[in-house]
């Protein structure tokens, strides 16, 4: 579940995935153990993306705990996202949208225009 971290003036994560904080006013040798994120290495097979988005596994059990995992810590992980590439998708995308509602319009006054003619002959 969740895990709620009060307020600190330092927090560090360790390897086991253990969180650990220094609260506020306290001296830089007192450091709290606040929760550990559990570590899992299910089998991708077991896995499915739910409706929420989320990862989860296909029997809706929780995965097993696995102290071969670690967490590395002070690294980012990247992105899967390249944004320039979707920014030019979106902006590719919006002029192919225009260019179609412009076509729908023109063929609409074509339309009207070829019931005026047929109304006067």
Do not use: Y
């Not at 579940?1 to 650990?20: F, K, M």
């Not at 590395?72 to 995308?93: D, P, R, Y």
């Amino acid at each position: 579940g969740p895990i709620a971290v009060p307020p600190q003036q330092q927090i560090e994560i360790g390897a086991d995935g253990t969180i650990s904080i220094r609260s506020l006013g306290e001296s830089p040798q007192v450091m709290a153990q606040v929760d550990r994120i559990k570590l899992v290495k299910p089998d991708l097979k077991t896995m499915e993306k739910g409706p929420d988005g989320l990862i989860h596994t296909k029997s809706g059990r929780p995965a097993d705990a696995d102290a071969t995992v670690q967490v590395e810590s002070g690294f980012l992980q990247a992105s899967n996202v390249n944004a320039v590439e979707e920014m030019t998708s979106v902006l590719a995308l919006s002029r192919q949208f225009e260019l179609h509602v412009k076509m729908m319009k023109t063929a609409e006054e074509d339309d009207q225009s070829m019931a005026r003619v047929l109304q006067l002959g």
